[in-house]
């Protein structure tokens, strides 16, 4: 680390969520010649630009580092994606407008705020491979981005396990076994809100059933009946969460036995 360069410190202050990946990163960011591995020159001039405002200012520690975290990851997911042949969009993304605008720099301005406020650090990585991911995403704009954070920023950590455990259906089955209509185990209980917030978010389908006045019974839910809707489907392209963890995926399942 240099002091002359705030912004790579940032940087690598997400070392405790981020790992020591974060020191690659910021090589990749701020002296790319000496990386093994690239960027593309837009993606990463936008993300020196961003470590360099926020590292201007003083923030409190964790927030710092949340934000540094994120910056790495944008940056690990953005070559990993490079690798895919995932090109960088060439459609005026990073382009300057009216007023100074960038589009680029207005979505990870967003981004890092969601960082920095994210209380549970495992949400920092999924939202770093959000910017990387829009960056290669040519259909889709900042407003539809933005969107998505918000909708992300409302949901419990255990709400992205259990939009993951739904995304990996066809790899990893979900159970059959039907969840339980009314627990009385508190942690069951808090799951299965959890559950019922993505179906009424509409994130998650089928609907959550209401019953008709004198109709026949539901049939009860199994989380083997459930799948993503078209705005999960974002959701879950966006945030990267095929890289939620197994054993949180699990640990999600779990609880609503």
């Known amino acids: 680390m240099t002091t002359s360069e705030p912004g790579r410190v940032l940087i690598e202050s997400g070392f405790g969520i981020a790992g020591s990946m974060t020191s ?5 960011v701020y002296s790319p010649t000496d990386a093994a591995l690239q960027l593309d020159d837009r993606f990463g001039a ?41 090109t960088v969009r060439s459609d005026g993304f990073f382009t300057e407008r009216a007023g100074g605008r960038v589009s680029a720099r207005e979505l990870g301005e967003a981004v890092l705020l969601a960082a920095r406020a994210a209380t549970d650090d495992r949400r920092v990585r999924h939202l770093g491979c959000l910017l990387a991911e829009v960056v290669v995403s040519p259909d889709v704009d900042v407003a539809l981005a933005e969107r998505a954070l918000l909708v992300a920023r409302d949901l419990t950590w255990r709400q992205l396990a259990l939009l993951a ?38 994130l998650l389908d089928p609907p959550v059933a209401v019953p008709r006045p004198g109709g026949s019974a539901q049939p009860r839910l199994r989380p083997a009946d459930l799948r993503l809707t078209r705005r999960g489907v974002l959701l879950h392209r966006l945030l990267a969460l095929d890289f939620v963890r197994p054993e949180d995926v699990d640990t999600a399942l779990a609880a609503l036995t």
């Open 46 to 86: 936008c993300l020196r630009e961003l470590a360099d405002d926020l590292a201007a200012a003083p923030l409190p520690r964790r927030e710092a580092a949340r934000a540094g975290a994120a910056l790495a990851f944008a940056v690990e997911h953005g070559i990993t994606l490079s690798r895919r042949d995932r």
């Open 24 to 28: 690659a990163a910021a090589t990749v």
């Open 165 to 202: 455990a739904v995304g990996r259906r066809d790899r990893s089955p979900l159970p059959l076994t039907p969840v339980p209509v009314d627990p009385r185990a508190w942690t069951t209980w808090g799951a299965l809100e959890d559950l019922t917030g993505l179906q009424m978010a509409g």
